[in-house]
Structures are given as structure tokens and as C-alpha cells.
């Protein structure tokens, strides 16, 4: 998949979704931000609350600037993408970042987004298959991420990943584990 440095500006895969239409999933760059933020201001407030579990009408410059300058090596920013050039519209994305960097066990934390007109074409499964591949190709050994109970997609997507899933209930969230082994 990546051949030497961070492979970053390399990362680019055409998909083809349950409904036939064709996606870019490629790496965030840094002239990315105001797409993001486009594409995150024409989110349904329950996604937004399901991502964030509360509810903000924009994305910090901070959260952005995670994302667009994501290193590919301890972080990792995927967008998926429709059209192309100053046509291109940002429909989702998914990120992890290293949690636990040691040696042995090393763990990131994952988060997804996708908009509502995308959801349940298989835009959150393709993601997560780009991203395990990814953390596979780096040495991580779990992925981990937090979701709303009442999330149901989401957590179907993680159930279906086809990997080892370690589940704990904390009140309105679950925490997921993945293990990549």
C-alpha cells in the first residue's frame, strides 16, 4: 500500500459504494481545511452529535488543523471524496491517532464521519478497511474508539470489521477495542 516516507500524499483509492457511485478515499492534505469545515457545517445536527456526542455548529481551527496535518505515521486523516478539482466535495472521513505509542501494544483511537445523504452505502466499512490496513502497516495492535449506544450503524460497522471486538458499556457510551493480531 505505502512505499516509503509517510506515504501521505500517495494515499488515494477510487471505492465503489453499495449504490454504484464512485469515491476518492485519499489522505487529508493541508489545503483540505475549508472543505472540511464545508462539509461539517452541512451536517445533520445528530451526526454531528453522534461524532462529537454533543452539538457545535463548526469545527474548531484546531480540530482542523489535526486533521490536515495529520503525519500518517502517529495520526492518520482519510477523507472520502465525490467529484474532483474545485468540484471535489468532502461526504466523510475517518481518523485515528496513536493513544499508546510504547512498544508491544500500541493502540489508536479512531473516530468516523459521514454524511447523512452517504450513510448505510458501505462509506463507514470502506473507511474502516482503509484505515485497518493502514494501522496494520504501522505495527498497531488495537484500535479503539468510543460510540454513542445508540449508534447502531456505527456499531454494526465495528461488528462486522471481521476483527477480534472487546465491548464495555460506560452509561450512553460503549467503548470498542479492535484487535489487529
Known sequence: MLTGGSGMERYRFKERLKNGLEVTIRAAKSDDGEKIRRAFKGLDRE?????FFRYKADVTDQELRRITEANFKDDVALLATVGSGEEEVVIGGASYFIVDPGPGARSAEMAFTVEEAYQGL???????????GIARERGLTRLEADVLAGNLPMLS????????????PEGDVVHLLLKLE
Open 122 to 132: 458501505g462509506l463507514g466499512t470502506c473507511l474502516m478497511r482503509h484505515l485497518i
Open 157 to 168: 460497522v465495528f461488528r462486522r470489521s471481521g476483527l477480534p471486538l472487546t465491548t464495555r
Open 47 to 51: 451526526t454531528v452529535y453522534r461524532r
